[in-house]
């Protein structure tokens, strides 16, 4: 428990609209000095100009529970207009939900101007039959603004002059007790926009919260709404489900809520299939998350590619059966399983491209007699094959001992590299074994 919340609570029951709990400077933890000079240097301008302006959301939430806010977000009543009227350096960007982006020194910071609920035909109000907003551009007070924000905890205001936080919506008391709770009616909310609960499991996961019950209770029978968010939309938060730290436990919670099926149904039907699959995913993320947390790099591609691995292998192995050559077989396998997939995810095709790099390097990868090896490694994407190589072995693979063989290749002087290729001739398959060569042709030995 973070003590200072220890004797912090916002008085009982709901609070009353326009009125929020307010933590005066001496309540709460955060300094001036937390918040980004960028954001500061934002809501000062938007103040000088006569506007109200706010520091908001996630990154209050994060500072008050002693983390670090990923990045920070303003929230103001001028309009998109009037906020780029008063940044040089600014653009307006999104059409469903229109924000600012400014950029100050190398921050971008986003400002958002407070929403309001709809009512009735409004241009700027566009609802689906489903009740999803196509549009949701109708501005509002700060209070109004409080009550369109997703979660209690996402629904804090700071003001860097005096240093308070205004809390509408109670969030003070779910931080105490690490809940994750939906303002206003959870089902309402998801229609609203399903991707509150893909949100909803993200927060859960790396916070560590509980899903308050009424917030949890739909989103099972709801997850299918997924299927009409934009796919662009869904590729970048997929990024920030499994490409946060906290992948694992993420993965975890949205399968249980049958939302993982959504945004991934091959995938999906075959870890159900098959548990060898799903220990192999999980070891994707325990490696993600890993190297997330020792600031190692990580890219969607290496994930994407495990992700759809299960999918490419299944297809990759029917063509084969079905009579395919290997190369052709593992190259339609690769196609199918990435065409399959787009319709939900929009994956970029600078990640496409490297993705099937680093399929075909599992079939080449095991071809070293030669040149081979030589030649393979001087791939592009290489490393990434190899470590490709080494995650489905730690998943329990048997590619008979073929991460080793390269770790130790890479690391071996050129006598010894030779040596490793000549030896791999010797002693294994007997029967396909070719013994003494000419000049080594280029299908070589199919380890
Ligand atoms: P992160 O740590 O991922 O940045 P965050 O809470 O800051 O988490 P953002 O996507 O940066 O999330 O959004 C900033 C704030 O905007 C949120 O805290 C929340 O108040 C509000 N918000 C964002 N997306 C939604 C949404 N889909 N529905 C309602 N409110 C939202
Ligand atoms: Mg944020």
């Avoid at 971008?108 to 407070?114: A, C, M």
């Avoid at 934009?230 to 490409?243: S, T, Y």
């Avoid at 770790?407 to 002087?413: F, H, K, S, V």
């Avoid at 074994?433 to 280029?442: I, N, W």
Wanted: glycine residues 6%; aromatic residues 8%; positive net charge.
């Amino acid at each position: 428990m973070l003590n200072w919340l220890k004797n912090r609570l916002a008085p009982a029951g709901k609070n009353p609209r326009n009125a929020p709990y307010v933590l005066s400077s001496k309540q709460h933890p955060i300094s001036p000095r937390d918040i980004s000079k960028a954001a500061q240097d934002v809501v000062a301008a938007l103040n000088d100009a006569g506007y109200q302006a706010y520091v908001v959301g996630g990154c209050i939430r994060d500072l008050l529970l002693k983390t670090k806010p990923k990045d920070f977000d303003v929230a103001t009543d001028a309009t998109p207009e009037q906020v780029k009227d008063l940044f040089r350096r600014s653009r307006i960007v999104g059409r469903r939900f229109q924000i600012v982006h400014v950029r100050m020194g190398r921050e971008v910071i986003e400002v958002t101007t407070f929403r309001a609920h709809h009512q009735g035909n409004d241009k700027q109000a566009q609802q689906s039959k489903q009740g999803m907003l196509l549009r949701d551009n109708v501005f509002g007070d700060i209070s109004q603004d409080a009550a369109r924000r997703d979660f209690t905890i996402n629904g804090f205001y700071y003001q860097p002059q005096d240093n308070s936080i205004y809390d509408y919506a109670n969030g003070l008391a779910d931080l105490k007790q690490r809940t994750l709770r939906m303002i206003g009616d959870p089902e309402q909310r998801y229609r609203e926009d399903p991707v509150r609960m893909l949100r909803a499991v993200r927060f859960a996961a790396k916070l560590g919260f509980d899903i308050e019950p009424k917030t949890l209770a739909p989103i099972h029978k709801l997850a299918k709404l997924l299927k009409d968010i934009p796919p662009a939309r869904l590729f970048d938060e997929v990024i920030k489900l499994l490409m946060s730290g906290n992948g694992l436990a993420t993965f975890h919670l949205m399968r249980e809520q049958q939302l993982f099926q959504q945004l991934f149904p091959n995938t999906e039907a075959l870890l159900i299939e098959d548990p060898q699959q799903l220990e192999f995913i999980e070891q994707a993320l325990i490696n993600t998350d890993q190297r997330i947390r020792s600031g190692k790099r990580v890219t969607p591609a290496f994930m994407y590619a495990a992700l759809l691995w299960p999918v490419v292998v299944k297809h990759s192995q029917q063509f084969l059966s079905g009579g395919e050559s290997p190369a052709y077989a593992w190259q339609h396998g690769a196609n199918l399983a990435i065409e399959q997939q787009l319709p939900r995810i929009a994956i970029p095709r600078r990640f496409t491209n490297p993705m099937r790099d680093i399929w075909s390097l599992q079939q080449r990868l095991p071809r070293r007699a030669g040149k081979q090896a030589e030649r393979v490694m001087g791939h592009p994407r290489f490393r990434a094959g190899y470590d490709f190589v080494l995650l489905r072995e730690q998943a329990g693979e048997d590619l008979e001992g073929l991460g080793q063989w390269w770790t130790i290749y890479q690391e071996a002087d050129e006598t010894k590299r030779q040596d490793m290729c000549t030896k791999l001739h010797s002693g294994k398959k007997p029967g396909r074994r070719r013994r003494k060569r000419g000049p080594r042709r280029k299908s070589g030995n199919p380890a």
